[in-house]
Structures are given as C-alpha cells and as structure tokens.
C-alpha cells in the first residue's frame, strides 16, 4: 500500500482542518495530487477535496488521466 501525505491522515484523523490543509498546500507541503490519492484510498471526502482545491475530484481525475 503507498502511503498517504500527512496533510492527508491529518485531515482525516481531524488532527487538521480544511484551512490548515489549504496553508500547507501553499506552502508546497501538499498537492491536489496528493489529495486525489487520499479520496482514492478513501480518507478524503469528494466534498472535502473540492472544498479545499477548489475543483471538484472527478473534475481534476478527468484532467489527469
């Protein structure tokens, strides 16, 4: 199994918020990339994904594949 960024069990474990996890991603700590995986493995909500990026997952799984 590959693991997870942390921002992802972060915000899963709620050891983060959604706003804390869009800082990270400015500071390049973490990716749409690495956001798409964490609802692929199903520790992040659509809902959340699209909250924080801006873009909703199907959207951005589209764009990427």
């Known amino acids: 199994?590959?693991?997870l960024n942390f921002w992802v069990y972060a915000l899963f474990y709620k050891w983060a918020s959604i706003?804390?996890?869009k800082q990270a991603m400015g500071?390049?700590?973490c990716s749409a990339e690495d956001l798409a995986e964490?609802?692929?493995?199903?520790?992040?909500?659509?809902e959340e994904?699209?909250?924080i990026t801006?873009?909703?997952y199907e959207n951005y799984k589209n764009a990427v594949s």
């Open 19 to 21: 706003e804390m996890v």
């Open 38 to 46: 964490g609802v692929a493995a199903k520790y992040i909500t659509p």
């Open 54 to 56: 801006g873009e909703t």
């Open 27 to 29: 500071y390049d700590d």
């Open 49 to 51: 994904f699209q909250e």
């Open 1 to 3: 199994m590959k693991r």
